[in-house]
């Protein structure tokens, strides 16, 4: 769960500095209620979910090869390695909560007439080439014949 913006955000004009806190703490709220998760929720079910399920596999694994001693090494190992998996599960569960929490708190602070973060790259697509042939206009009567093409 975050535990506030990643991104900054600044009084609007005219705004004074303490309606944009108060602003600032609504929208931090506002946040993190479209998020959803409590503190570390997502991080701590990623990572013992993974651990069990190494725990399992490693224990079956172990068994498999080794009889008995190697059950309890399998689970050992598999314990370590679900742990290490969980960590990288709730790593990148928490940057996709940071974006979401982000995007929901510059909504808030735009909608009430802060200033926001936008991004200075936009695309331009050029339109698609046509493929009619072009089609000059005959000269009006009386002009000049058009100079050769060479």
Do not use: W
């Not at 975050?2 to 931090?28: H, I, K, T, W």
């Amino acid at each position: 769960m975050p535990n506030g913006p990643s991104v900054m955000a600044l009084p609007g004009s005219g705004m004074s500095f303490e309606q944009f806190r108060q602003d600032d703490y609504l929208c931090q709220q506002y946040a993190a209620g479209q998020v959803g998760a409590t503190p570390n929720q997502a991080s701590a079910d990623s990572q013992i979910g993974s651990a069990a399920v190494g725990t399992a596999v490693g224990a079956a694994a172990g068994a498999a090869l080794g009889g008995g001693g190697g059950a309890a090494i399998g689970a050992g190992t598999g314990l370590m390695a679900g742990t290490i998996a969980g960590s990288g599960e709730a790593r990148r569960a928490g940057y996709a909560t940071q974006q979401n929490y982000d995007n929901a708190y510059v909504q808030c602070m735009y909608g009430k007439g802060h200033r926001v973060p936008v991004s200075g790259e936009f695309s331009y697509q050029s339109p698609a080439p046509s493929t009619a042939p072009t089609r000059v206009p005959p000269p009006p009567p009386g002009s000049p014949p058009p100079p050769p093409n060479r």
